[in-house]
Nanobody, 126 residues
Framework: VQLQASGGGLVQAGGSLRLSCAASGRAFSIYAMGWFRQALGKEREFVAAIRWNGGTYYADSVKGRFTTSRDNAKNTVYLQMNSLKAEDTAVYYC?????????????????????WGQGTQVTVSS
């Protein structure tokens, strides 16, 4: 599976952006898809995930502001980011984990994801 993230950019605080992650390869629908981010000088952290059955999970820091969804027909997963804050500034990565390797209690673990996109920069100005 190859992943291509896009949609990043510069936005003012309070604004919105939608990230997309297009996947190539077969059986996209069976993968759990995760979003992670890495701010300058910090470790990469979990943001959100959506499992093959549509279940969604969010980090506390983005809950209520970010929404992840998937379109299996287009092999694409999305991250809608609203009410952006300066602290959301980071490189955002999408990742894929085969079905059965990620459950509710492990969606936030980077080690469970086998495939990673190249990242897209999101910069929020205050």
């Amino acid at each position: 599976v190859q992943l291509q993230a896009s949609g990043g950019g510069l936005v003012q605080a309070g604004g919105s952006l939608r990230l997309s992650c297009a996947a190539s390869g077969r059986a996209f629908s069976i993968y759990a898809m995760g979003w992670f981010r890495q701010a300058l000088g910090k470790e990469r952290e979990f943001v959100a995930a959506i499992r093959w059955n549509g279940g969604t999970y969010y980090a506390d820091s983005v809950k209520g502001r970010f929404t992840t969804s998937r379109d299996n027909a287009k092999n694409t997963v999305y991250l809608q980011m609203n009410s952006l804050k300066a602290e959301d500034t980071a490189v955002y990565y999408c990742a894929a984990a085969p079905r059965g390797t990620v459950i509710a209690s492990t969606v936030s673990l980077q080690s469970r994801y086998d495939y990673w996109g190249q990242g897209t920069q999101v910069t929020v100005s205050s």
